[in-house]
């Protein structure tokens, strides 16, 4: 059913994700859906998350066995619209992105993707941090904050203006930001 509402938003956006329209796209009648979903809203939030998937198990599986900066790196990019599967999600998470602002269950899940993010990002910064990899007067909040941002600025350009940010672009603009972390702080 998540595939369906996915493809649904990804070929006439939110608008077009009626309960009917994704019950037309299974073969099957609105009843199926509202059997395993109350509303609208809670297919569509399992739908968000089937499209992101597991980002922080993605980024830190990336990150196993790897040290310093090129462990965070690779935390980083491993949630970017790389992969074919990741280009996808960050479409529809982008066409999600308008609606989730006034809409209390998007937020919510939205938030709590977010904070998890943050956490798993916040203690590798901590660790670098003690490490000596980052300057001692750094910021960890602020350094969590400026590469989701990273992340989010990346996502959203690429779902845009997917011929802008190749992969090559991507890394760069993640390697260049880590750098400009490491010597400054």
Same mark, same amino acid.
């Given at each position: 059913?998540?595939?369906?509402?996915?493809?649904?938003?990804?070929?006439? +956006?939110?608008?077009?994700?009626?309960?009917?329209?994704?019950?037309?796209?299974?073969?099957?009648?609105?009843?199926?859906?509202?059997?395993?979903?109350?509303?609208?809203?809670?297919?569509?939030?399992?739908?968000?998350?089937?499209?992101?998937?597991?980002?922080?198990?993605?980024?830190?599986?990336?990150?196993?066995?790897?040290? +310093?900066?090129?462990?965070?790196?690779?935390?980083?990019?491993?949630?970017?619209?790389?992969?074919?599967?990741?280009?996808? %999600?960050?479409?529809?998470?982008?066409?999600?992105? +308008?609606?989730?602002?006034?809409?209390?269950?998007?937020?919510?899940?939205?938030?709590?993707?977010?904070?998890?993010?943050?956490?798993?990002? +916040?203690?590798?910064?901590?660790?670098?941090?003690?490490?000596?990899?980052?300057?001692?007067?750094?910021?960890?909040?602020?350094?969590?904050?400026?590469?989701?941002?990273?992340?989010?600025?990346? %996502?959203?350009?690429?779902?845009?203006?997917?011929?802008?940010?190749?992969?090559?672009?991507?890394?760069?603009?993640?390697?260049?930001?880590?750098?400009?972390?490491?010597?400054?702080?």
């Amino acid at each position: 059913m998540a595939e369906a509402t996915i493809r649904v938003v990804l070929e006439g +956006g939110l608008e077009a994700a009626s309960m009917q329209a994704i019950a037309r796209e299974l073969g099957e009648t609105v009843g199926v859906l509202t059997y395993y979903f109350r509303n609208k809203d809670e297919l569509m939030l399992a739908a968000l998350a089937h499209a992101m998937g597991d980002l922080l198990g993605d980024a830190r599986r990336a990150a196993a066995g790897k040290r +310093g900066l090129e462990r965070l790196e690779a935390m980083v990019t491993a949630t970017l619209p790389i992969r074919r599967d990741r280009r996808r %999600g960050w479409r529809v998470w982008v066409a999600f992105l +308008g609606q989730t602002v006034a809409h209390p269950g998007l937020i919510r899940a939205q938030r709590r993707r977010y904070e998890e993010f943050h956490r798993g990002l +916040g203690a590798l910064v901590g660790e670098l941090i003690r490490a000596g990899v980052l300057p001692k007067r750094s910021r960890p909040r602020e350094i969590v904050n400026g590469l989701i941002a990273l992340v989010d600025g990346i %996502g959203i350009g690429s779902a845009i203006r997917p011929a802008d940010y190749p992969e090559v672009v991507q890394r760069r603009l993640v390697r260049q930001y880590l750098e400009g972390l490491s010597k400054h702080g």
